[in-house]
């Protein structure tokens, strides 16, 4: 089987319609095989975020992630979009929702895709893939810390950002949760808290906590990088999709 | 964590910006968050910025918290040394 990948930057269509810009990786040959949607982080659509794009198409996956900040910069380096996001209130969770169910509909559109679409997503796209789960047909969502999917944030947020406890119960995929145990946002209470509602709701779901790890530890490029909970999170993540993404 | 706090402000004044130019600055944005290139795991990031002119219009500052609460203390301390009718 042939190691060859194919990475660009594409169009797909997003929420109401609009079309955005989106980093499309794939393995070169034919076979059938699922596909992934990553939410990048806040700091934006960077890097960083498409070298885990290409990472998601070298474990087998067709992959994408969508610009999430496209309508407000379109074009612009992703320092400056983010930015520009930040300052005109964030991305909306009605439009990331329709922004990550056209990514997954692009993926099932693509010849080699075997119907299966998973999520995971960074910081507020940890956040993000929960939300995302809770309201599109997804197979298996990935939550990398992400803040305030329990937990209720400080007052004064301008950045009207909710948590997502009353939409839990309609969590419709299985949900892996990697956490660094010395993280505050989500912290170790918070994270017992979503582990409880899923628990309750029965809502079939995998938790790591990292002793030693803080906020983004997968990010490479950051100080925050550990590199023990990152090499078993991505063996974590490679496990869960292979039993959701696969066949 | 991602503290989505963002606090927004209207300014008067200029910032030399993308390619050494000058451009008028009309808005400040200030928040305590992830950096893009400080070695610190959060900073206060200042984007001083005129959106008429698109994203890249923007003078980004990333500044430990010790740092920038020595730059506010600056800020101050300069402007008390000048008379107070120049400073209105």
């Known amino acids: 089987m042939s190691d060859a990948l194919c990475a660009e930057t594409t169009r797909i269509t997003g929420h109401d319609d609009h079309e955005i810009e989106a980093y499309l990786a794939r393995p070169s040959d034919n076979g059938q095989r699922g596909g992934v949607v990553v939410i990048h982080h806040m700091p934006g659509f960077d890097r960083a975020t498409k070298e885990i794009v290409r990472r998601f198409a070298e474990l087998g996956y067709d992959a994408i992630c969508p610009n999430l900040y496209w309508r407000e910069a379109p074009n612009a380096a992703p320092d400056d979009a983010a930015a520009t996001a930040r300052a005109q209130g964030g991305v909306p969770d009605e439009r990331l929702i329709g922004d990550v169910g056209g990514a997954a509909g692009a993926l099932r559109a693509l010849p080699t895709s075997n119907d299966k679409v998973g999520v995971i997503g960074y910081c507020s796209g940890g956040r993000q893939s929960v939300l995302a789960a809770c309201h599109i047909n997804l197979d298996a969502a990935v939550d990398c810390y992400g803040a305030f999917v329990t937990g209720t944030p400080p007052d004064g947020f301008p950045l009207r950002v909710t948590n997502l406890v009353d939409q839990l119960p309609n969590l419709r995929a299985p949900l892996l949760g990697l956490f660094g145990n010395e993280d505050q946002y989500p912290s170790p209470a918070q994270v017992d808290e979503l582990d409880e509602i899923l628990n309750r709701e029965d809502k079939p779901h995998e938790f790591h906590r990292y002793d030693g790890a803080g906020h983004a530890f997968f990010a490479v490029d950051r100080p925050s990088y550990n590199v023990a909970a990152a090499n078993d999170g991505w063996e974590r993540i490679e496990t869960f999709y292979q039993t959701h993404l696969g066949g | ?88």
Not at chain 2, 27 to 54: C, K, Q, W
């Open chain 2, 1 to 88: 964590m991602c503290t989505y706090a963002t606090i927004k402000t209207e300014l008067e004044g200029s910032a030399k910006g993308p390619e050494s130019k000058w451009f008028h600055v009309t808005d400040g944005t200030v928040y305590f968050d992830h950096p893009v290139h400080a070695m610190a795991e959060h900073t206060l990031n200042i984007d001083f910025a005129d959106p008429s002119r698109g994203p890249g219009a923007r003078v980004a500052v990333e500044l430990t918290a010790a740092s920038a609460r020595d730059l506010v203390a600056a800020i101050e301390a300069a402007l008390a040394s000048a008379p107070a009718e120049m400073t209105v």
